[in-house]
C-alpha cells in the first residue's frame, strides 16, 4: 500500500523540483528590487521580464498585457473590480442605467463575492443558471447582454466537476451584442490542461493561479487585452505599468512562468496520464459501488481531464473524507474553501443536485505524480468505507439490514 495517496490537484499542486531549481537564484543571490535602477535591480528586473515575456509567449499575447498579482483570487478581484469601477468612473450613457455585470451560478467564490459585493455597490449582476451537467446556456447569455453590460465573467473549467465552458462561443456572443463588453474568464483551473490562448478565446481578461500547475502558491496573474479599461485595486508604487501597485513577488513569478512553460511542454504526455487515471475512475467506482451519482459531464473532451466527481447517497462528504484520510487518501468533497461548512456547494446545488444529495459529494483530482497502483488502491478501498458509514446513517433504507448482519457476526 502507497504511503500517501494525494488526490486533491484541483486544490493544490506540489511544487515541481525544477520550478524550485528556478526560483532559487531569485532567492538568494538575485535579492535587489526590480524597480531600481542600479546593478543588482536590473538582474532581477531581467528576471521579471524574461518570466512575462514566457508567459506572454504561452498566452499568445503582449507581454505588457500580464499584471503579476498575488494569486487566483486577486486577479478576479482586480478584474471584477478593475472593470466595473473604471466603467462607473466613465458613467453610464445619458439616460441608461448602472453598469451591468453577468456571471454565471457555478464560479468559484473569488468571483461571486466579488460580484455579490458589486451588488451591494449598485451594480446590477446577473447570475447564469447552468444546466445538470454545469454548463451555461448560451442562448440565455445573449439574452443577458445588453447596452449596459460592462463585463461578462465566465469560468473556463469548473473546479469542483471540472465542466469545460464554451468560452469561445460565449465571448464570440457578447462581443456581437455588445463589443464594449469586456469579456474574463478564470482559467486557474485550465492551464496545464487546456489551451488557454487569449486570442483562440476572443477573452479580454483571463485569471491564472500559479499553485494550480505545480508551481509556487500566492502568485498569479491577470491578462488584460491592451485598451481595457482598468481601474488598479492596489494603490502606491507605479509598478505593473500603474496597475498592481506593490514590489513584485520576482523569485515566484520566475517560478509561476517555469511552471506553465513545463505545462506547455508536457502537456500530451500529462493530459493522456490524468485521463487514464480518470477514466478508471469513472469506469470502474460506480460498478463497486451502489448508489453513487456520477456529475459533471458525461462528455470526456468536455470535463477537465484531470477531474472526476460523484456523490453518493445516504451519506455526507465530510465522512468520507475523514475515512479517506485514515486511509492515507487526501481527496475533497465540493471545493476545499467550503470543506468543514456543512453548507451543500453551491455548484452542486446549481446544477440541480438535491441538497442530501449534494451533501454526498465527493471530488478526486488526480497529477502528474499518481499512478495506476494508487487508484487500484481507493478502488479497492472506498466501497468498504461507503458501506460501513451507510450502516451508520440514519436515511440509509437497509441500515436494519446492515445492523442485524453486524450483531450476527461473532466478535
Ligand atoms: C476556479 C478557481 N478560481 C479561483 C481560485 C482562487 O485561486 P487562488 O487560490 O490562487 O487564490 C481557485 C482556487 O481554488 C479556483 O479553483
Known amino acids: 500500500m502507497p504511503k500517501r495517496v494525494y488526490l486533491d490537484h484541483a486544490a493544490t499542486t506540489p511544487l515541481d523540483p525544477r520550478v524550485l531549481e528556478a526560483m532559487l537564484p531569485y532567492l538568494s543571490d ?25 508567459m506572454a509567449g504561452l498566452l499568445g499575447c503582449k507581454p505588457q498585457e500580464i499584471i503579476f498579482t498575488s494569486g487566483g483570487t486577486e486577479s478576479e478581484d ?41 451588488e451591494q455597490e449598485g451594480f446590477r449582476v446577473t447570475y447564469l443558471p447552468v444546466d445538470g451537467e454545469g454548463f451555461i446556456d448560451l442562448a440565455e447569455l445573449e439574452r443577458a447582454v445588453g447596452e449596459e453590460t460592462t463585463l461578462v ?12 465552458e464554451p468560452i469561445e462561443e460565449a465571448a464570440r456572443i457578447v462581443k456581437e451584442k455588445n463589443r464594449h463588453t469586456a469579456f474574463h474568464t478564470d482559467a486557474v483551473q485550465a492551464v496545464g490542461t487546456l489551451d488557454v490562448s487569449v486570442d483562440r478565446l476572443g477573452v479580454d481578461l483571463l485569471s491564472i493561479g500559479a499553485h494550480k500547475f505545480y508551481g509556487p502558491k500566492g502568485v498569479g496573474a491577470l491578462y488584460v487585452r491592451a485598451r481595457t479599461p482598468l481601474q488598479p485595486q492596489l494603490l502606491g508604487g507605479a509598478q505593473e505599468k500603474n496597475r498592481r501597485a506593490g514590489t513584485e513577488n520576482v523569485a515566484y513569478v520566475v517560478g509561476m512562468a517555469k511552471a506553465m512553460e513545463l505545462a506547455y511542454r508536457e502537456f500530451d504526455a500529462r493530459n493522456a496520464h490524468y485521463r487514464a487515471l480518470r477514466d478508471r475512475l469513472l469506469d470502474e467506482l460506480p460498478a463497486r459501488v451502489p448508489h453513487v451519482h456520477i456529475v459533471g459531464p458525461k462528455d470526456g473532451s468536455r470535463r477537465l481531464s484531470n477531474s472526476f466527481s460523484c456523490c453518493f447517497e445516504y451519506i455526507e462528504g465530510e465522512a468520507i473524507l475523514m475515512a479517506l484520510d485514515l486511509e492515507g487518501v487526501a481527496a475533497s468533497s465540493g471545493s476545499a474553501c467550503t470543506s468543514g461548512s456543512l453548507e451543500p456547494s453551491h455548484v452542486l446545488t446549481a446544477m440541480g443536485l ?26 479497492e478501498m ?20 446492515a445492523e442485524a448482519e453486524a450483531t450476527e457476526k461473532p466478535l
Open 153 to 164: 465573467s465566465i469560468m473556463l473549467a469548473n473546479n469542483e466537476v471540472g465542466t469545460i
Open 30 to 54: 538575485i535579492w535587489g528590487n526590480p524597480s531600481s535602477l542600479y546593478a543588482e535591480a536590473q538582474e532581477a528586473r531581467k528576471g521579471l521580464e524574461a518570466a512575462r515575456r514566457t
Open 354 to 379: 438535491p441538497q442530501e444529495l449534494a451533501r454526498g459529494s465527493l471530488r478526486l483530482t488526480v497529477g502528474k505524480g499518481n499512478t495506476q497502483e494508487e487508484i487500484d488502491y481507493l478502488l
Open 382 to 401: 472506498l466501497p468498504g468505507i461507503v458501506s460501513r458509514l451507510r450502516a451508520l446513517s440514519p436515511t440509509w433504507p437497509e441500515r436494519e439490514t
Open 78 to 118: 482586480l478584474a471584477l473590480r478593475g472593470v466595473a469601477y473604471a466603467s462607473r468612473r466613465r458613467g453610464p450613457p445619458a439616460g441608461k442605467q448602472a453598469s451591468h455585470i453577468v456571471t454565471s451560478a457555478i464560479e468559484h467564490h473569488a468571483v461571486l463575492h466579488t460580484a455579490e459585493r458589486l
